[in-house]
């Protein structure tokens, strides 16, 4: 059995900042590409930014230069810096993990941008 236990969302002011962490516990021998997701209401999960265990990130356009992904191997946990924060950002951020060939989701954390 996988978890994935995701911790930091919150209300913050645009133009601020939040960290997002979700460490990864378990049944996670092969846990490979990480990742954050983002669901805002009326729309599909869409990708934040993904992370290979050597360190080889991926961003969407829409949070390129304000969003950094990073991890930390030792301790399975992958983390999301979030500055200049946009009220579009506001949605639930889901943390993902791949483990061989299966996908696994977090609960999902709320970021809310709002003054």
């Known amino acids: 059995q996988v978890q994935l236990v995701e911790s930091g969302g919150g209300l913050v002011q645009p133009g601020g900042s939040l960290r997002l962490s979700c460490a990864a516990s378990?049944?996670?021998?092969?846990?490979?590409?990480m990742g954050w997701y983002c669901q805002a209401p009326g729309k599909e999960r869409e990708l934040v930014a993904t992370i290979t265990r050597g360190g080889t990130t991926n961003y969407a356009d829409s949070v390129k230069g304000r969003f950094t992904i990073s991890r930390d191997n030792a301790k399975n946990t992958v983390y999301l810096q979030m500055n200049s924060l946009k009220p579009e950002d506001t949605a639930v951020y889901y943390c993902?993990?791949?483990?061989?060939?299966?996908?696994?989701w977090g609960k999902g954390t709320l970021v809310t941008v709002s003054s």
């Open positions: 993902n993990a791949r483990i061989y060939s299966t996908n696994y």
């Open positions: 378990g049944s996670i021998f092969g846990l490979s590409l």
